[in-house]
């Protein structure tokens, strides 16, 4: 079983950034895509941001397109988000998951995220 342990999130101003890391242990990494998903207050959790098995292909819901980006160490278990230009519709608890790429749909179970807040 996958365990997801999220971490990086806080308090920004808009216009601000943050890097989130996930570290995941208890299957072999390097084999999923690995993703990030977002749940604001009052809403469902969606998507953000993919990144292959491969390490190059990605893929970005179109609200963070620009401002996002996702990477991967294999060698350390870890998936991380650069989020730039943070604005305060950002705001959310983040989760990392692996994920079927092709779908863009979560395969495992979620971890408890890392709380995003970013100040008008």
């Known amino acids: 079983q996958v365990q997801l342990v999220e971490s990086g999130g806080g308090l920004v101003q808009a216009g601000g950034s943050l890097r989130l890391s996930c570290a995941a242990s208890?299957?072999?990494?390097?084999?999923?895509?690995m993703g990030w998903f977002r749940q604001a207050p009052g809403k469902e959790r969606e998507f953000v941001a993919v990144?292959?098995?491969?390490?190059?292909?990605?893929y970005y819901t179109d609200s963070v397109k620009g401002r996002f980006i996702i990477s991967r160490d294999n060698a350390k278990n870890t998936v991380s988000l650069q989020m730039n230009s943070l604005k305060p519709e950002d705001t959310a608890v983040y989760y990392c998951?692996?994920?079927?790429?092709?779908?863009?749909?979560?395969?495992?179970?979620w971890g408890q995220g890392t709380q995003v807040t970013v100040s008008s």
């Open positions: 998951n692996t994920v079927l790429y092709s779908t863009k749909k979560p395969l495992g179970s």
């Open positions: 208890g299957t072999v990494f390097s084999n999923y895509a």
């Open positions: 990144i292959h098995a491969n390490g190059y292909n990605q």
